[in-house]
């Protein structure tokens, strides 16, 4: 296994609203190692954004707040470092890819100047150094006549282009580990394809990790190592892409799974997950995902289950592989 880059150990994060407590991630665990990339995947309002954003401690306090567990860069705790500390982790070590570039972008200022900032704050360039290196990116990305288009505005581009343009600010500044952040999300399949295999490439190329947030398993098929499942803030499957789609061991992964299109189906029609995610402000006892389980038990409303290995580096939370009492 490749030496961790990122190691998350027991992550919560709540929201303290005025209709109560939201427990958006609940006790997650994970880590990254070295040149993989780990896609985290499940339904919108599962966590994953919040996950990502806690590693760069991005999560607005209040009303926001780190309730418990730690995150390690390169063996550094994030959350001991100080506001200083931390700027510099930014950019410089980890980079992130917004999930909407229309809002992760600044409509007033032109893409020049955005990924300009970004060189000039974190690694000290002048304003034509910053220039240079910007139209260098542009043109890495694929971004047509860069010395032009580095002065247009967000609006002037594509759905495509602009994500083309989140990635070169990612990019630019060398980081060691990106967070990409359903970068796929409102794009054609054409395109999708295209900004994918450009990730790929750029992860490749510059010998990075890749944390990959998803609800498309078919894109974690195409561009992950290693798989982690999570719903209702919770984890509740984590192994390899090879064991997460030849042998899931959780009901969630199995629905997903049979969510997915296939060329090869002899079903005419999908078969769904039914019911919604829970209401996070008033979830479940026991196990968040039993009112949508087929095989639902009465120990899955009454207790959480536990998040076991089943098989080496296969786990799973869920009280089908309890094991039996002697």
């Known amino acids: ?19 109560g407590v939201l427990r958006a991630v609940d006790g997650v665990s994970l880590s990254v190692g070295k040149g993989e990339t780990f896609g985290l995947v499940g339904e919108s309002g599962s966590g994953k954004t919040v996950t990502a954003r806690s590693i760069m401690r991005l999560i607005k306090t209040p009303p926001g707040e780190i309730a418990g567990g730690t995150v390690r860069f390169e063996g550094r705790d994030i959350y001991q470092m100080s506001d200083a500390e931390i700027r510099e982790i930014r950019g410089q070590h980890i980079a992130m890819i917004f999930q909407e570039p229309m809002t992760a972008l600044n409509p007033v200022f032109t893409v020049g100047n ?51 343009v989140m990635l070169a600010m990612a990019m630019s500044c060398d980081p060691t580990f990106l967070i990409a952040d359903e970068p796929t999300t409102a794009l054609d399949v054409t395109i999708q ?16 990790s890749l944390l990959f947030i998803t609800h498309n398993l078919g894109v974690v098929a195409h561009a992950c190592d290693n798989v982690g499942v999570m719903y209702a803030s919770h984890l509740v499957e984590m192994g390899t892409k090879a064991e997460i789609f030849s042998n899931p061991q959780h009901p969630y992964t199995k629905g997903l799974l049979r969510s997915i299109p296939r060329m090869d189906a002899q079903e005419k029609f999908l078969t769904p997950i ?3 995610v829970c209401n996070m402000m008033d979830p479940p006892q026991g196990c968040k995902f039993h009112p949508r389980c087929e095989h639902t038990m009465d120990v899955c409303k009454e207790r959480i289950p536990e998040f076991r290995e089943l098989s080496p580096g296969h786990f799973a939370a869920c009280h089908l592989h309890d094991q039996p009492t002697v």
Do not use: C, W
Request: charged residues 25%; proline residues 3%; negative net charge.
């Open 1 to 19: 296994m490749a030496e961790p880059v990122l190691e998350i150990d027991n992550l919560s994060v709540r929201f303290n609203l005025k209709r």
């Open 193 to 208: 394809a295209v900004i994918l295999e450009l990730i790929t490439s750029m992860i490749e190329r510059f010998d990075m």
């Open 114 to 164: 955005q990924i300009g900032d970004a060189l000039r704050t974190n690694m000290g360039l002048s304003k034509a150094e910053a220039r240079e290196r910007s139209i260098e990116m542009l043109q890495l990305v694929g971004i047509p006549s860069p010395a032009a288009r580095i002065d247009n505005y967000v609006h002037e581009f594509s759905g495509g282009m602009r994500q083309r």
């Open 274 to 276: 039914n019911g919604t």
